[in-house]
């Protein structure tokens, strides 16, 4: 039979000698500094994500391939509304998606894409 061994305080410290149950703390917020990381990322996704090309309200090429690669529901609303309300939107969002169809892993820009589409024609 194999003898035990008493490693004294290095075992209920853990592998690494760190405290038992220190990376779960840090997931599930247990200090004060991932308690702010936690409340920064909520405000971040209250406020909208800030795109890096939008810093008016126009619609240019680059903010509508921003917001069909990164955007969350709130941008994709909004530019769906524009879509709706100026041809010039949709005739953006055609020529962007078009300029990424041959991606085989840009489902967003074929969806977009169709969806422009079934708005000129209605």
Do not use: P
Request: some cysteine; proline content about 0%; charged content about 30%.
């Amino acid at each position: 039979m194999y003898a035990r061994r008493n490693h004294g305080a290095a075992g209920a410290l853990g592998k690494r000698g760190g405290r038992a149950g220190r990376g779960a703390a840090k997931r599930r917020g247990g200090t004060d500094y991932y308690r702010r990381l936690v409340a920064l990322r909520r405000d971040r996704l209250r406020s909208g994500m800030e795109h890096r090309h939008l810093a008016h309200d126009a619609f240019t090429l680059a903010a509508i391939d921003d917001i069909i690669a990164r955007g969350r529901l709130a941008e994709w609303a909004a530019l769906r509304l524009a879509m709706a309300r100026d041809d010039a939107v949709r005739a953006k969002v055609r020529r962007i998606c078009e300029a990424n169809r041959g991606d085989a892993s840009a489902q967003r820009y074929r969806f977009w894409s169709h969806y422009a589409q079934g708005q000129a024609a209605a």
